[in-house]
């Protein structure tokens, strides 16, 4: 039986992260200096957390970041956790200390540099790593890669390979905009990028690792924003009236209520199960992580999304407004549903591990 309890370490991070944030005020709709709640959470060495001692960082691991991720989500925060936190950590912890430029890796670790995270292809234009000489020669495109638009470099996953792709690469674009839910990203074009045998930092195996860790950090904010969403409509029902009564007291609103939390509970355990697959280094991690991520997901998709959805239903009206914050969480569950592989690819990963198993029988 898995421990679900939280270290003095894990308490620590999740304290922290939600002081900063609620300090600047969050969650609230508008516009937010990101760039300043950044600078504040580095100051507090959370950009080091999940990296090595030897390169500066605390050297915690992917169970402990999750807090922050949540802290995030639930506080409606764009921060870089996970393409230039979580991501790069990892390539270092899997990949060795040399996977990395030294000098990118101590401006990581002090919150001074940003990676985008390229994982997601273009439907039409798939990105292709094709052996050249000397190197390897990138066509395509990736769309809504994180905190791609200013970063100094990007990550850039294929399904055999990660490559580390300095932003003035020749033959690089970089088109930014936001998601629906405000979040920086940007779409990168490869148009003949020639690459160096130095630039891929790693194969399939970390290439997989990467992408269902990015899938775990998105699930957890959304976990965050979800969370939110539950308090916002527990105090609304408690405060509406309608027909000379608290909405609350409705017993059919009353259900739709408990199917809210209760699906949050069930999240909540997938989160912190997948997030400790990831930190497995044993023989089996692969197999076991990647059920325990693509399950998260498939719960993602099919309970927390409409649960999301219900709650703008048992807000009416003023859950569809701008001003109000429902919306911009909401929108974070949506954008985590779409972004490290969409629902119909985990439930295909879900059935080849399944059909694994039995032929195994």
């Known amino acids: 039986m898995m421990d679900f309890s939280l270290s003095d370490e894990q308490r620590m991070v999740a304290d922290s992260v939600a002081q900063v944030l609620g300090d600047h005020g969050l969650p609230r709709a508008g516009t937010v200096d990101h760039a300043a709640l950044w600078r504040a959470l580095a100051g507090l060495e959370l950009a080091g957390l999940p990296f090595p001692a030897s390169v500066g960082g605390a050297g915690l691991g992917v169970s402990d970041l999750t807090f922050a991720l949540i802290e995030g989500g639930r506080f409606g925060a764009d921060l870089p956790l996970v393409s230039s936190v979580l991501l790069p950590a990892l390539c270092l912890r899997h990949g060795g200390a040399d996977t990395l430029p030294p000098e990118l890796v101590a401006a990581l670790v002090a919150g001074h540099a940003l990676l985008g995270a390229a994982v997601d292809d273009a439907p039409q234009e798939p990105l292709i790593a094709q052996p050249a000489r000397d190197g390897f020669l990138l066509a395509g495109r990736k769309v809504a890669c994180l905190n791609a638009a200013g970063a100094a470099a990007h990550l850039v996953l294929t399904p055999d390979a990660v490559f580390l792709v300095p932003a003035d690469t020749r033959g690089l674009s970089v088109e930014p905009y936001a998601l629906v839910d405000g979040r920086a990203a940007a779409d990168l074009r490869f148009d003949g990028v020639a690459l160096s045998v130095t630039a891929r930092i790693g194969g399939a195996a970390l290439a997989r690792l990467l992408r269902d860790a990015g899938a775990l950090a998105l699930a957890a904010d959304a976990l965050g924003a979800m969370l939110r969403i539950n308090v916002l409509t527990l105090e609304h029902l408690k405060t509406r009236q309608q027909f000379g009564q608290k909405i609350g007291r409705f017993q059919a609103l009353q259900h739709r209520m408990v199917d809210m939390v209760h699906e949050t509970e069930h999240m909540t355990s997938l989160v912190y199960r997948a997030a400790m697959a990831c930190d497995d280094a044993g023989e089996d991690g692969g197999t076991a992580r990647?059920?325990?991520?693509?399950?998260?997901?498939?719960?993602?998709?099919?309970?927390?999304?409409?649960?999301?959805?219900?709650?703008?239903?048992?807000?009416g009206g003023i859950g569809m407004t701008a001003e109000y914050v429902l919306g911009a969480l909401v929108k974070r569950v949506l954008v985590a549903?779409?972004?490290?592989?969409?629902?119909?690819?985990?439930?295909?990963?879900?059935?080849?591990?399944?059909?694994?198993?039995a032929a195994a029988l």
């Open 290 to 315: 990647a059920r325990a991520v693509s399950q998260l997901r498939r719960h993602l998709a099919t309970r927390i999304r409409p649960a999301a959805a219900a709650a703008i239903q048992l807000h």
């Open 337 to 357: 549903d779409m972004l490290f592989g969409t629902a119909d690819d985990h439930a295909a990963r879900l059935r080849h591990l399944l059909v694994a198993e």
